[in-house]
């Protein structure tokens, strides 16, 4: 931001301009020119000093983010101060606050807006603390551009000009940002739901804060909750800017440079934590409206053009997850792990002892606090399809897809090979199918360089190794959780119907059912499926959702719902003895 003051550029008597560029492009982004008339007059027993604003622009592309409420309290800024100075001189204290209260400055301005949007910017100003004059007499123009437009004469009246009037020191670089919720709604703060504007200021000592355009700071209250204040001088608006590394898999300082060549996307999807000068995280409250500090991490991702910074429900161990998957998961690794997998010779377990197993393991593997087992998650999702009165076989299905998490606690070598590839393919996770094209927003795409498939040409087209219409059944999907499960209730002759195996298998296709890529790749049966593939799916979100807020099942209430109700359903599919894994 630069401060001009006359110059050749003038057009009025004490103009000054208010410029604000950005540091990698030339000329300005927004501006404020404004004048000063010489002659004071006296209204009242109080001299009146007179100013104008002549232009306040802010170019198209960097709106929305009130740098013209910014431009404007930085011109009001500037005003105070002139006349802070030129009213104190060398006299006492005492002298100097007398004379300031019997002085003030009045800024005149035009609000000229487009009809078909009355009254937008007489709102703006107003909100800037400005009014419409008394008496004023309201123009309408036309500039030759098809539009009309209407002028209406406004003003603002200045009188504190003490030290503590003016706002903070004058802002040289910052960077506008606007916090968002995960699903793109504005986050403000509770004791000021409509303050959403930030800028990003560096201080001398190396730290942040966020200053709103209208004159406040980010401050933590005592109860957590973030709020404005003018006066937030201490450490409790002081914040630090951590870069979550997908390269090494830590927390590094916002300078941190790293030597690994990453993908340009990839980087800019990269998760941040702000963590205050206390110690706790800045994230969102309960109800993802306003912001908060607690003592459990918040992730946050940096918009790549918007200055945003959306608090996500993504978390370094997701994104890990994803990015080993994109690396592994190759034609050649799968089918590596049919020939070791669909053997079924690794134990044998009934489908109860599994459950029991796997209340060893979270519910959310990704999740950064405490949760639920994957038991209790399992049986959450099987009862909530049964309070919804789905077929007793979509219940079975709901409680036992994430089973194949299982083999990690039977199974030495696929506990070893997890460890060692630093990635757990049993995990139920997004699915996609390899020997084609992956679509160019898969989850988590950014990572896709890291795969060998994508150099071979025969999986370069959206076809792939495949024919037209082939159907999904006979496609090669990512070797995980619940494509294992699939495979292994078909091996031991479960009876469960043709639908109940679809769905196990395309559930994780979000490519597919959700996203409505591989067209060319289905047939009738998979258009068939397709309505039990999103019902299972959302019911699975659901469940998830509500997962932090349920307590973990005991082994007896579990023990009670298989007793009286999932083990007749798995009796009569046949699921009821022990299986081959």
């Avoid at 002659?39 to 100013?51: F, T």
């Avoid at 991702?301 to 592994?328: E, I, K, M």
Wanted: glycine content about 6%; aromatic content about 10%.
């Amino acid at each position: 931001m630069e401060h001009r003051r006359g110059g050749s550029l003038a057009q009025h008597f004490g103009e000054e301009r208010i410029l604000l560029f950005r540091s990698d492009q030339r000329g300005a982004i927004a501006k404020i020119i404004f004048s000063v008339d010489a002659d004071e007059q006296k209204e009242s027993g109080q001299k009146m000093a007179q100013a104008k604003i002549h232009v306040l622009s802010v170019k198209d592309f960097y709106r929305g983010y009130d740098l013209g409420g910014l431009m404007f309290s930085e011109a009001m800024d500037s005003l105070r101060q002139r006349y802070q100075e030129h009213e104190a001189g060398d006299q006492s204290e005492s002298t100097a606050k007398a004379r300031r209260r019997s002085f003030a400055v009045r800024c005149e301005l035009d609000a000229e807006e487009d009809i078909r949007r009355h009254n937008k910017l007489v709102l703006f100003y107003e909100h800037l603390g400005c009014q419409i004059k008394p008496q004023a007499k309201i123009s309408f123009i036309n500039n030759n551009d098809g539009e009309m437009y209407r002028k209406v004469p406004m003003q603002i009246e200045l009188h504190d000009f003490s030290h503590s009037s003016v706002r903070f020191q004058p802002l040289v670089n910052f960077l506008p940002v606007i916090f968002f919720s995960a699903n793109r709604e504005r986050i403000g703060l509770r004791n000021n739901p409509t303050c959403q504007n930030w800028l990003v200021v560096e201080t001398s000592e190396g730290v942040l804060e966020f200053r709103s355009t209208t004159g406040v700071k980010l401050a933590i209250g005592a109860d957590g909750y973030c709020t404005g204040k003018a006066e937030a001088n201490n450490d409790h608006s002081k914040f630090r800017l951590h870069r979550v590394s997908d390269v090494q898999a830590r927390v590094l300082d916002r300078k941190s440079r790293e030597e690994a060549v990453v993908s340009k996307e990839a980087r800019q999807k990269e998760l941040w934590m702000i963590q205050s000068s206390n110690g706790l995280w800045l994230g969102l409250d309960s109800t993802d409206r306003f912001l908060v500090c607690t003592k459990e991490p918040a992730f946050w991702q940096a918009g790549d053009d918007d200055f945003s910074l959306t608090c996500t429900t993504d978390s370094p161990a997701r994104r890990q997850h994803y990015r080993h998957q994109w690396s592994n998961q190759t034609v050649e690794y799968v089918h590596h792990k049919r020939t070791r997998y669909l053997k079924f010779s690794i134990c044998r377990m009934s489908l109860k002892n599994a459950l029991d197993l796997v209340r060893a393991i979270p519910g959310d593997i990704f999740c950064t606090g405490s949760c639920p087992s994957l038991r209790s998650l399992l049986y959450f999702t099987s009862e909530l399809a049964r309070s919804r009165g789905l077929p007793d076989w979509f219940q079975l299905i709901a409680l036992i897809h994430g089973l194949g998490s299982a083999l990690k606690l039977v199974d030495k070598e696929t506990a070893s090979d997890a460890d060692q590839e630093r990635y757990d393919w049993t995990i139920c996770t997004d699915s996609r199918i390899l020997g084609c094209k992956a679509p160019e927003n898969a989850t988590m795409s950014e990572f896709r360089c890291l795969n060998a498939d994508e150099e071979n040409e025969k999986y370069s087209s959206e076809t792939g190794v495949y024919e037209t219409h082939c159907g999904l059944e006979n496609v090669l999907l990512l070797w995980i959780g619940s494509e294992y499960i699939q495979w292994m209730l078909k091996h031991n002759a479960v009876e469960l119907p043709d639908e109940a195996f679809a769905v196990l298998r395309r559930f994780a296709l979000n490519d597919w059912h959700t996203k409505q890529y591989h067209k060319s790749l289905t047939n009738e049966y998979d258009y068939d499926a397709l309505p039990f593939v999103q019902d299972f799916n959302d019911l699975r979100r659901e469940a998830n959702s509500m997962l932090r807020s349920c307590n973990e099942l005991t082994d007896q209430e579990c023990d009670n719902l298989w007793d009286s109700h999932y083990a007749r359903i798995a009796k009569k599919y046949g699921a009821d003895g022990s299986l081959s894994w």
